[in-house]
């Protein structure tokens, strides 16, 4: 039995995307007579697509033809291939010299997002995250190591622009504090979570960032709190700070 996309505007949407890709510039009654649909429909589809910036219609001919915006989406999506490829091997020297857990995240917007996961299987504990998930930068180590590399006007817009709430009772809340948090961060070159995101969890973190620009992203060490003294931080904070050099002579 054929399978049918339950929502039928998307198919239709990325059905013209896929023929405009393949064929280049197409007339409305030629890309209506591929997508089996009349006129008034057809045109209300790649109107929609021109809206969203995916066409654009000819000004001589009329006829409508893609833009480079999934140029941009595809290049995004290898570029963080790219750099999981990349990274792999070095975050997987540095779970096991830590015998912990390593994520590494990339920022989007005023969230990270994770995109790559070693987990550490030694450990009868295993962290729920997966790849995919978001996380606040306000509130996790990740995002604080991101958001220390940023002017203080840039964190403030990312700030005011977040949902501040309380989700643990170690959350920071006031800006005022968490400016002072940031200062700290600056100063030893790495953040630390202390369960501001998750009970039971802490986390601490480095920033990296492509000579390009291209991105910012963060890769960390979580471990529940009972395997977290402070005198643990210190060690996974010196074998994060050594990778993030090792990583550093590769650029």
């Not at 590399?149 to 005011?160: R, T, Y």
């Not at 060490?221 to 050594?242: C, F, N, Q, Y």
């Amino acid at each position: 039995m054929e399978e049918k996309n339950p929502i039928q505007v998307a198919d239709r949407l990325f059905h013209a995307l896929e023929l405009l890709a393949e064929n280049g510039a197409m007339g409305l009654k030629e890309l209506s007579d591929s997508l089996k649909l009349n006129k008034s429909t057809a045109h209300r589809v790649v109107t929609s697509l021109i809206y969203l910036g995916y066409a654009r219609q000819e000004e001589e001919t009329g006829k409508y033809e893609p833009t480079f915006k999934v140029v941009h989406l595809a290049n995004q999506i290898m570029g963080r291939v790219e750099m999981v490829s990349l990274l792999r091997p070095y975050l997987q020297k540095l779970m096991e010299r830590a015998g912990e857990t390593v994520h590494f995240v990339e920022r989007d917007g005023n969230e990270a997002v994770y995109i790559d996961k070693i987990e550490c299987f030694q450990n009868s504990i295993q962290m729920v995250s997966r790849i995919g998930n978001r996380i606040p930068l306000y509130c996790s180590g990740v995002g604080k190591a991101i958001l220390a590399d940023l002017s203080d006007a840039e964190i403030q817009a990312v700030w005011e622009n977040s949902r501040i709430e309380q989700r643990t009772e170690h959350t920071i809340t006031k800006f005022q504090e968490f400016q002072k948090e940031i200062q700290e961060i600056r100063k030893k070159g790495y953040a630390v979570d202390r369960e501001e995101n998750e009970r039971g969890v802490r986390c601490v973190a480095v920033s990296l960032s492509e000579p390009s620009g291209r991105g910012a992203y963060a890769f960390s060490i979580s471990v529940p709190i009972d395997r977290m003294t402070e005198e643990r931080i210190g060690v996974l904070a010196g074998e994060l700070l050594k990778t993030k050099e090792e990583i550093g002579k590769m650029f």
